[in-house]
């Protein structure tokens, strides 16, 4: 291993303080609600940035900034699309599905839509699970490959060691803590990334000479990378630079992982400020993430042999060490708040969904929760041979991350909204749009000559929703089920 010391010492002060949390929330961890949501009594601000930085993995200070240092400003319709996507969710997701799963006792969303529409089959249970089991795994080997590429720009340590600590330091504070060391630690891990993503940026552009300079630097990609049009016209600007980018909002509309902190808020009347504090959380944080690789063409040149590298070397070339040290940091928790929050979600998978719930398995609270932790490491070492085979394959965390995250958003998105605001959603409508968003994806993905049609991750949402809709038209009404009430918006 080779690199700065003080590099070092501010990433190692990073990876104590999250050990701490989580010894810290070790004890209150004595029921399942605890581990799975932390008894749903998380403040709004906490709720907001833990929402956000679960939200953004390795893709944001990895992803994000090497596609912006490859294509330049045309990455900012990929923000916009983001934008619009968590602006939708905190308006008309997050207080009808608080008010919901805890009328219903619903822990997952699994239980939700199981509870919703009375499925005395457990088809949609079944769905659902296999729904998260197929696209978490995927996404918690992105956030390890992520963890993989950092420590290899930063230290030269080879990217499978990289994966390992990582993944280590992750799987411990989530097994100690649960769902409350994962939400405190995603609210130190989510303020560290956006002061990250808007202090980097304004450093580089000062150290070249500022605005004309940066202008005059980039040049050398020709007058395309400043564009937000990328040189595409006609169809190519619509469907593949517009829609593509996007498209990546649709994606939050369907995310367990983000929606499970909309369900463990104390009180619904937070969630309003909740939206608010997480949308100034968005549009700062979004300005910077794709300006890091924009100055990085500037600041270390147009031909790094990673592009998705930028993020640590631009910092360890413009700061002193410890500075850069945390602000690696800020990289390794954008994986890490996102890995862990994947990995609840798996675990509630394996033990919420299966264990209790499908196989009605009674067992003492402690015992759940000694589950919990067993599931927590299976899925962990699936999601670590996965990050071997990915690193083996040259995979960019960028197609990693939009195939996962396409494969939740629109297997849940439009079966989840059509649920909770329109009466008429069906058993049928909510299993057809599930099927149809997860298979539409797993195609898309294995087909070059349909991702030219339309992108992935607006073709599958597309799809589901037709599904959802004309499936719940052409299929009886539902009768509310015993003892709740219609559904918000009916």
């Known amino acids: 291993m080779n690199g700065d010391p003080a590099i070092l010492a501010g990433l190692l002060l990073y990876l104590v303080v999250m050990l701490v949390v989580g010894f810290a929330a070790y004890r209150y961890m004595n029921t399942l609600d605890d581990f799975l949501l932390g008894g749903r009594r ?15 993995s390795a893709w944001f200070l990895l992803g994000l900034p090497g596609a912006a240092y490859g294509l330049g400003f045309t990455e900012y319709w990929s923000a916009i699309g983001i934008a619009l996507g968590i602006l939708t969710s905190w308006t008309f997701i997050a207080i009808p599905l608080r008010r919901e799963t805890a009328r219903l006792g619903a822990l997952t969303i699994p239980d939700y839509f199981e509870l919703r529409f009375n499925d005395r089959t457990r088809l949609l249970r079944i769905v659902s699970m296999i729904v998260n089991l197929v696209f978490y795994t995927a996404y918690v080997a992105a956030q390890l490959h992520g963890a993989g590429k950092i420590l290899n720009a930063t230290f030269g340590i080879e990217p499978l060691w990289g994966i390992v600590i990582g993944g280590a330091v992750v799987v411990f504070y989530t097994l100690m803590g649960g769902f409350i060391a994962v939400a405190w630690t995603d609210l130190i891990q989510g303020l560290l990334m956006a002061a990250v993503a808007v202090i980097l940026p304004l450093i580089g552009i000062v150290s070249i000479g500022g605005p004309g300079a940066l202008v005059a630097k980039l040049a050398v990609r020709g007058p395309d990378f400043l564009s937000m049009g990328g040189g595409k016209v006609g169809h190519a600007f619509l469907f593949g630079v517009v829609a593509g980018g996007l498209s990546w909002g649709f994606g939050y509309l369907g995310q367990p992982h983000l929606l499970t902190r909309y369900m463990a808020i104390r009180r619904t009347s937070e969630l309003s400020k909740g939206g608010l504090i997480a949308m100034g959380w968005t549009l700062l944080a979004y300005w910077g993430a794709p300006m890091i690789g924009i100055v990085g063409v500037a600041v270390l040149g147009p031909n790094l042999q ?40 798996a675990t509630s998978t394996l033990v919420e969904d299966i264990y209790v719930r499908l196989l009605r398995i009674k067992s003492s609270a402690a015992r759940l929760v000694l589950l919990s932790r067993l599931s927590t490491i299976l899925i962990a070492a699936i999601a670590f041979l996965l990050a071997i085979a990915a690193l083996l394959g040259s995979e960019l965390i960028d197609g990693m991350v939009a195939y996962a995250w396409t494969g939740l958003g629109a297997s849940f998105g439009p079966p989840l909204i059509a649920a909770l605001w329109w009466r008429r959603t069906t058993f049928a409508g909510a299993l057809a749009g599930m099927v149809g968003g997860m298979t539409a994806t797993i195609v898309w993905k294995n087909s070059a000559v349909l991702n030219e049609l339309l992108d992935i991750k607006a073709a599958a949402v597309v799809i589901s929703a037709l599904l959802v809709i004309g499936f719940s038209l052409i299929t009886r009404p539902p009768a509310p089920a015993a003892g709740t009430s219609q559904a918000p918006g009916s």
Do not use: C
């Open 42 to 56: 998380l403040g709004p601000w906490v709720a907001a940035v833990s929402e956000r930085a679960s939200g953004e």
């Open 306 to 345: 990673d592009a998705e590298q930028v993020m640590p070397l631009l910092a360890k070339a413009l700061v002193p060490g410890w500075l850069a040290g945390l602000m690696i940091a800020g990289a390794i928790a954008a994986m890490m708040s996102s890995a862990d929050s994947q990995l609840l979600v």
